[in-house]
């Protein structure tokens, strides 16, 4: 439905050199309340499509929506887009606190509401014992509880998360995955989510949209029980499809890895053969 869509891609392109098309005609609605990740490999174009919805990059062509308003001169701090990055981007010089107060204060509100946000924040990635200390005081999965609690505290509609998790270790990754995961269902917001991995992709998304060389390969389609506002059935011959799909991906992504690293075990012999007749 046309008022369920929150966020709308419409023919949209990015070029950097004028030439070469980085996101080539990308069509795109992500709903309200949804979580979608944009899968795909180094230089496939899903984290432009991300910079592009954030405002850190322009659309070279076609038009964003947010909520049926256009983006395109939108500057960032005004689209009212809360922000995760995958290395983290919180003040040194700021504590836990004010790292959480700062996107309030930009917004002009009271000292008042300030404190009782960040507190509400802070309960809910469970720092609350944190507050006054310094990302330089805290692990790799603390900060990122803290960026995701700044993301998250002046109650953004939606989210952008530009792999958060890439930096963290297996099992904290996971950890985190399922923290996501949960804030997303008890706060219904609509988080778009960037990532290589398929299997992060998988556990955590409604929908996964497959990106290759500027483009969407494949799409998958929502779950049923995700929440109470997804009533579309998800099709078991669509769920295996989109895995088969992602399965020939990783296949030919390592074959073509396997076919580099023939064809410089081909060149280095070459070279050896060479300086061995010399």
Not at 161 to 169: H, T, V
Not at 200 to 214: K, N
């Amino acid at each position: 439905m046309a008022n369920d869509v929150l966020v709308s891609f419409r023919g949209v392109q990015k070029s950097y050199d004028g030439e070469t098309l980085i996101v080539k005609d990308l069509n795109l609605d992500i709903r309200k309340g949804e979580f979608l990740t944009l899968l795909g490999p180094s230089g496939s174009g899903k984290t432009t499509s991300l910079m592009m919805l954030a405002g850190f990059e322009t659309p070279t062509a076609g038009e964003i929506l947010l909520d049926g308003r256009s983006l395109n001169k939108l500057p960032p701090h005004k689209r009212d887009i809360g922000m995760v990055f995958q290395n983290y981007a919180l003040f040194p010089h700021m504590t836990v606190a004010e790292n959480l107060a700062f996107p309030l204060s930009v917004r002009g509100m009271s000292r008042t509401d300030i404190s009782e946000r960040v507190k509400r924040a802070l309960s809910m990635v469970q720092l609350d014992s944190f507050r006054n200390r310094y990302p330089g005081q805290l692990s790799g999965g603390q900060q990122q509880r803290v960026a995701l609690a700044r993301a998250l505290v002046f109650e953004p509609q939606l989210v952008l998360m530009d792999e958060p998790l890439g930096a963290l270790d297996k099992q904290l990754r996971e950890h985190m995955q399922m923290e996501i995961k949960h804030l997303h269902q008890s706060l219904g917001v609509t988080v778009v989510y960037v990532t290589h991995d398929q299997g992060e992709a998988l556990t955590m998304s409604d929908r996964v949209a497959v990106f290759h060389q500027g483009e969407i390969q494949q799409r998958s389609r929502r779950r049923a029980n995700s929440t109470k506002r997804r009533t579309t059935p998800s099709s078991p011959s669509s769920s295996a499809r989109t895995i088969v799909w992602l399965a020939s991906w990783s296949a030919a992504m390592a074959s073509s890895a396997w076919c580099a690293w023939r064809a410089v075990k081909k060149v280095r012999a070459t070279a050896v053969n060479v300086v061995c007749r010399r």
